[in-house]
């Protein structure tokens, strides 16, 4: 189920519960895809963030959810900077802090951190969201001035 909030003083939010089913990313990306472009956005920020989308999920998916889970994606955005927030209720499993590549597993958070302005990992007692950040339209500065 998806909710859209209209803009308030700039801000946008939408958000949709999906269930931890490998199939359940590309049907994510499909509707972060499909919410941008009613907010008017295209391009490479938005293939970044539809990267970024996917690595988050698979994520939540694959190492903090159980098949059947809810995980909770949320986008929030205001005059082209755009958040996008991963839930899952698994706050005791978190990345390493030494990120190691084997095979193709380990590459997705330092793409993130790559692409992203910034990101962070918040955790409660009975759930965490990793979170990044991305401008949808070039913001005339360098990511350090614009964060």
Same mark, same amino acid.
């Given at each position: 189920? &998806?909710?859209?909030s209209q803009p308030r003083q700039g801000l946008r939010k939408w958000e949709m519960t999906f269930t931890a089913w490998p199939a359940s990313v590309g049907l994510a990306r499909r509707q972060v895809r499909s919410q941008v472009a009613r907010w008017g956005w295209t391009g490479s920020h938005v293939d970044d963030l539809l990267i970024i989308?996917?690595?988050?999920?698979?994520? &939540?998916?694959?190492?903090a959810s159980s098949p059947g889970?809810?995980?909770?994606?949320?986008?929030?955005?205001?005059?082209?900077?755009c958040r996008v927030e991963v839930d899952d209720?698994?706050?005791d499993l978190l990345p390493p802090k030494q990120l190691v590549v084997r095979g193709e597993s380990g590459r997705g958070l330092p793409l993130?951190?790559?692409? &992203?302005l910034d990101m962070d990992i918040v955790t409660t007692k009975r759930s965490k969201t990793v979170? &990044?950040?991305?401008?949808?339209r070039d913001s005339g500065k360098c990511p350090e001035e614009a964060a």
């Amino acid at each position: 189920m &998806a909710t859209v909030s209209q803009p308030r003083q700039g801000l946008r939010k939408w958000e949709m519960t999906f269930t931890a089913w490998p199939a359940s990313v590309g049907l994510a990306r499909r509707q972060v895809r499909s919410q941008v472009a009613r907010w008017g956005w295209t391009g490479s920020h938005v293939d970044d963030l539809l990267i970024i989308v996917s690595e988050l999920l698979t994520n &939540a998916i694959r190492h903090a959810s159980s098949p059947g889970d809810d995980v909770r994606l949320r986008l929030q955005e205001i005059d082209g900077d755009c958040r996008v927030e991963v839930d899952d209720f698994r706050p005791d499993l978190l990345p390493p802090k030494q990120l190691v590549v084997r095979g193709e597993s380990g590459r997705g958070l330092p793409l993130v951190k790559r692409l &992203a302005l910034d990101m962070d990992i918040v955790t409660t007692k009975r759930s965490k969201t990793v979170w &990044a950040r991305v401008l949808l339209r070039d913001s005339g500065k360098c990511p350090e001035e614009a964060a």
